[in-house]
């Protein structure tokens, strides 16, 4: 296949999700009367232009790291919404946040990656491709994926390149943010269907473990990246595969320790008792995180237009697309607590440090919450 037909088909592959997101679908499940079985409130609030990209929310040293789609990148404290530094970059935001509390960097739409310190650019980088995963900043290097899954290395000092890890791929690829991450001295990465574990000095694969095994008939029925965030528990990397499964690699070991049949298209949550996700219905399931036995489901939010998933403490927490956020009871999924924002979709999963939790709008508002 020559470059440019790769080009092309890349391009389908994200007209493919964007056209399943379009699809019109049957009216939301009405939501049931609630009275609030656990206390929680709003801390503080802040406002971005806006988030029509694949927003990922940093939090590092008890700080959050945001991104709007002018160009902001703002650092706020996260127990009291205190500006801690303010930056723009010049141009309309394609894909962050990472940062490792000292660089902090975003991807452009014009594909190019911006590291700040502290609020200051120190270099840019022009990328071949379109961007729609945070980058990763760890080790004092910037680990950037593109769309076409080739992964970029760079000098966090100074933006030197490092290496480029480009390997044979399937000729669809997902048009939504996938899996960088790391454990230990191993850089993880979502290579189609599989989580790759790769050498972060040299490029190199350590292992490989595949979440789904694709079946079909055409190049769009075995589409089935895997869907980032990430979620790690102890040696554990949780993620789905796009339409596929929900799975788990011990990532110490790079081998697969369990994998369900799942449809759906949004990040899971996870901690070390259970793993949750929606499928493409809206409807959630929870799976025992050791074992990968159904622990439960429920279907009171079919519909509603799910964001990705937080588990912490006792709660399973999310958002919908009339920007509520629901915290349910992690043990049965029962609904706990419910609370609103601006009106519009919440837009990837929300984040914790320390006590807060903030969510993020697609209207860019900045909504902080804090459980009791």
């Keep these: 296949m020559t470059l440019k037909t790769r080009g092309r088909a890349l391009m389908l592959g994200a007209a493919v999700v964007l056209g399943a997101c379009s699809t019109d679908q049957p009216k939301p499940t009405p939501l049931e009367p609630l009275t609030p079985k656990i206390a929680g409130r709003q801390v503080w609030q802040a406002k971005l232009s806006g988030v029509q990209f694949p927003l990922a929310i940093a939090a590092r040293d008890g700080n959050f790291v ?45 594909n190019e990656v911006v590291t700040l310190e502290q609020g200051r650019t120190v270099w840019k980088a022009r990328l071949p491709g379109r961007v729609l995963t945070a980058p990763l900043v760890a080790g004092e ?23 480029v890890m480009q390997r044979p791929g399937d000729a669809l690829t997902l048009g939504q943010g996938g899996v960088v991450t790391a454990f230990r001295d191993t850089l993880v990465v979502g290579q189609g269907p599989r989580m790759t574990g790769v050498d972060p000095n040299r490029g190199s694969v350590r292992w490989e473990a595949a979440v789904a095994n694709p079946r079909g008939t055409n190049e769009v029925e075995r589409l089935a990246d895997l869907v980032g965030p990430a979620v790690r528990v102890g040696n554990n990397l949780c993620a789905r595969a796009f339409q596929a499964t929900v799975g788990c690699v011990d990532v110490a070991r790079g081998t697969l320790v369990w994998s369900r049949n799942a449809s759906g298209s949004q990040a899971v949550g996870a901690d070390d008792n259970v793993v949750v ?40 927490v999310f958002g919908d697309a009339q920007g509520l956020v629901h915290f349910l009871d ?18 990837g999963a929300p984040v914790l440090s320390g006590t807060t939790m903030l969510v993020v709008t697609r209207s860019g508002g900045l909504f902080a919450f804090r459980p009791e």
């Design 66 to 110: 945001v991104a709007g789609d002018d160009g902001t990148v703002l650092s706020l404290e996260a127990a009291t919404g205190r500006e801690v530094w303010r930056a723009q970059v010049g141009a309309p935001v394609a894909a962050g946040v990472g940062t490792d509390g000292r660089f902090t960097a975003v991807v452009t739409r014009s």
């Design 141 to 163: 290097r910037v680990f950037v994926m593109g769309v076409d899954r080739v992964v970029h290395a760079f000098d966090a000092l100074d933006g030197k390149k490092l290496w």
């Design 277 to 316: 996700a929606g499928d493409g219905s809206d409807r959630l399931s929870a799976w025992r995180q050791a074992s990968g036995e159904m622990a439960w489901t429920s279907e009171k939010f079919q519909f509603r237009g799910l964001s990705g998933i937080l588990v912490a403490g006792r709660a399973v």
């Design 330 to 347: 992690r043990e049965d999924g029962q609904p706990m607590l419910r609370l609103p924002t601006d009106g519009s979709r919440v837009i």
